[in-house]
């Protein structure tokens, strides 16, 4: 069985048992952590891609892979907008319901079915959540099935070009291999590994594309200093 890395890291942490980070680990890639204190950050310590992204939310907020639920506090208790919080975490939703997020669901995006939604917000590499290229066409059919018709939706994401970057200036993949942006990974904590997942990281122009596609008019709101954007997209319900 697949273990609840994100909940039991939150639930120590919460619990005052914090000893140690999620280890993220990736096949051709070095060993990464995620920090725990992180994912209890404040809005003033939180990056300025996120603040921009909480201040263009309106309207009725779904949360989509909140956490520890601290972009959903922000939004309820000093912007005092409707937030529905949703993690396929169900220790990280208790640890929300604790810091008294009012609306928290275990849910995974694609089991949510409640709609009506004016602003949905995909943060952390939110377009990680697609999974693959191949899915994008899901992820925004179901999107629209969420939100109001000139609703808006908030994600980031990086472009991984940069990794392929040779020396004289060129750019090298192997066309073969797949879109360059899709990654696998499995986390760790203590003694709990989780199975290997796909997670996506798109470049700004196949995302505009395929948003543009599906009938959302794109703009990039926020580029930050290592090839990561906040993107947002406005669903125009013709």
């Known amino acids: 069985m697949n273990p609840d890395i994100f909940g039991a890291a939150i639930q120590d942490y919460y619990a005052d048992q914090y000893s140690e980070d999620i280890v993220v680990q990736a096949a051709d890639f070095d060993d990464d952590s995620i920090p725990i204190p992180y994912l209890f950050r404040s809005y003033e310590e939180m990056p300025p891609l ?134 696998q990974y499995r986390l760790q904590y203590k003694n709990q590994v989780s199975d290997w997942f796909d997670w996506l990281y798109l470049d700004y122009n196949t995302l505009q594309n395929a948003a543009n596609h599906h009938g959302f008019v794109c703009e990039l709101a926020y580029e930050g200093d290592h090839y990561d954007y906040l993107a947002q997209l406005t669903w125009v319900d013709s």
């Open 50 to 183: 996120e603040q921009k992204a909480l201040s263009l939310c309106r309207g009725t907020v779904l949360d989509v892979g909140c956490g520890a639920g601290s972009h959903a506090l922000y939004l309820q208790n000093e912007c005092k907008l409707q937030v529905t919080a949703i993690d396929s975490s169900a220790g990280a939703i208790g640890v929300c319901q604790q810091r008294g997020v009012q609306q928290a669901e275990v849910s995974t995006l694609y089991d949510w079915k409640k709609s009506g939604f004016d602003t949905i917000i995909l943060l952390m590499n939110g377009s990680g959540i697609i999974g693959r290229l191949q899915e994008i066409d899901r992820f925004f059919t179901h999107l629209k099935s969420l939100l109001q018709p000139n609703g808006q939706v908030l994600i980031d994401s990086s472009d991984l070009a940069y990794l392929f970057m040779e020396e004289d200036g060129g750019f090298w993949v192997d066309a073969a291999a797949g879109y360059y942006g899709e990654m």
